[in-house]
């Protein structure tokens, strides 16, 4: 299942106490289903919960049965209201029925709980959300300009800022970031897609940060492979020429420890070397003998 069907199935299950919210929620399937107007009214959608939730929801306010109809592929499904009941439908819902624009009729709404089921009901029939596992987006496609200007108002005064975008001749209204995405699923009674958003989140921060650690362990692993390798050529090198007793006693012994244990750290050296030196008394020593095979003329 898509994370968007996912937050539909639990959209649909909701049930409003309020009868002022439970018109707004069908208001916002409706003006934001295919059409609204006094000739056709109907949806469109790949869900069968939202297809019986839309019809069941005109049935129960309007007191209007729908037709509900699948494509010969069984895919999409049609909901509509038949013509002789569109009137009835546009009325309760406040709009003019010769309209020519569409636009958000506000009366629509009583209590603040209103407008999330209004953008509940929106959601459903023009909405889609991405997998928090790719990324996060979640957007309305909508085909009235007028319409998606108010969805974008609405959300704006609902401290919900989303951005706005043309794509294929449809305005699009969508969000980007995680938080806001949250936000959203919890006003419009979302909130087990919002907590499993939230777990996705937290996988996927802890995941990035382990990937950073351990490529912060494998750059200095391969840092101190480095050292070593420069630190042997170089011993060997003094040692095929000058031989290692061109060196210093103290730096001689260093050399020889060094030879002998190729996959210690300086720390483990140190540990070895006798008489005892420090870390950074090995890594001195190493440095000048690093340097003084430098010194040597091939
Ligand atoms: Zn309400």
Redesign the pocket.
């Known amino acids: 299942m898509t994370f968007s069907s996912q937050v539909k199935n639990e959209l649909v299950k909701i049930e409003?106490e309020?009868?002022?919210?439970k018109?707004?929620f069908l208001y916002g399937m409706l003006i934001f289903g295919k059409s609204f107007s006094e000739n056709k009214i109907s949806m469109q959608t790949e869900n069968r919960q939202v297809a019986e939730a839309y019809s069941a929801s005109i049935k129960e306010l309007c007191n209007v049965e729908t037709q509900i109809k699948s494509s010969p592929s069984g895919k999409i499904i049609t909901v509509s209201v038949e013509k002789k009941d569109c009137r009835k439908v546009l009325l309760y819902f406040g709009h003019e029925l010769k309209a020519t624009n569409l636009k958000v009729n506000y009366s629509n709404?009583?209590?603040?709980?209103?407008f999330g089921?209004f953008f509940a009901g929106a959601f459903l029939v023009c909405g889609t959300v991405s997998s928090p596992k790719k990324d996060y987006h979640l957007e309305f496609t909508v085909a009235y300009f007028n319409l998606s200007r108010d969805l974008f108002t609405m959300l704006n005064e609902s401290e919900l800022h989303p951005k706005s975008a043309k794509r294929n001749g449809y305005n699009i209204i969508y969000f980007k970031e995680s938080e806001t995405i949250e936000d959203f699923l919890y006003i419009i009674g979302a909130s087990g897609a919002m907590f499993d958003l939230m777990n996705e989140k937290i996988v996927k921060d802890f995941r990035n940060k382990a990937n950073r650690q351990a490529n912060c362990e494998t750059a200095n692993i391969e840092r101190m492979v480095k050292a070593v390798s420069i630190q042997i050529q170089a011993i060997e090198k003094i040692k095929s020429t000058k031989g290692l007793s061109y060196l210093n006693d103290d730096l001689k012994a260093v050399a020889q420890l060094r030879l002998d244990n190729p996959d210690a750290s300086l720390s483990e050296l140190s540990k070895m070397s006798n008489p005892p030196l420090s870390k950074s008394g090995i890594n001195h020593r190493l440095k000048r003998i690093v340097e003084t095979a430098e010194g040597i003329k091939k």
């Open positions: 409003y309020k009868n002022c919210c018109r707004a709404f009583s209590c603040e709980e209103c089921a």
